[in-house]
Nanobody, 121 residues
Framework: QVQLVDSGGGLVQPGGSLRLSCAAS????????MGWYGQAPGKQRELIAT???????NYKDSVKGRFTISIDNAKNTVYLQMNSLKPEDTAVYYC???????????????WGQGTQVTVSS
C-alpha cells in the first residue's frame, strides 16, 4: 500500500522561511512526478509546484523566486523550500505523487494528509 506523509508546516512571521517534506513509502514500481498543492480557506486546491524525477520543475507564478521544489529520488522524497513567506501563502499544503504501482500499469495519484502553513505576525 502506497502512503505519502507530508510534514514541516507551522506558524511563521512574514518574511520567514519553512521547509516542507513529503516521503512516499510502501510497495510500488516507480514515481513519475511529485508536487505540492495549496488550499487556502474557502478556496479550491491549486498547484504550487511540481517536479519530475529528472528534476524539471514548474511553479505557480506568485511563488516563483521565493519557493524551490527539489526531489531526492533515492529517498522518494520531495521538498518545498519556502522563503520570503507572505500572509497570502497561508494554506494547507498537500503533497501529491503520480505513482506506477506495477510495471506496465497506468499512473495513479496519491495525496498526503496535508500540513498547515500559517504566515502571520
Amino acid at each position: 500500500q502506497v502512503q505519502l506523509v507530508d510534514s514541516g508546516g507551522g506558524l511563521v512571521q512574514p518574511g520567514g522561511s519553512l521547509r516542507l517534506s513529503c516521503a512516499a513509502s510502501g510497495s510500488f514500481f516507480s514515481i513519475s512526478t511529485m508536487g505540492w498543492y495549496g488550499q487556502a480557506p474557502g478556496k479550491q486546491r491549486e498547484l504550487i509546484a511540481t517536479i519530475t524525477r529528472a528534476g524539471t520543475s514548474n511553479y505557480k507564478d506568485s511563488v516563483k523566486g521565493r519557493f524551490t521544489i527539489s526531489i531526492d529520488n533515492a529517498k522518494n522524497t520531495v521538498y518545498l523550500q519556502m522563503n520570503s513567506l507572505k500572509p497570502e501563502d497561508t494554506a494547507v499544503y498537500y503533497c501529491k505523487a503520480n505513482i506506477r504501482v506495477t510495471d506496465g500499469m497506468a499512473l495513479d495519484e496519491y495525496w498526503g494528509q496535508g500540513t498547515q502553513v500559517t504566515v502571520s505576525s
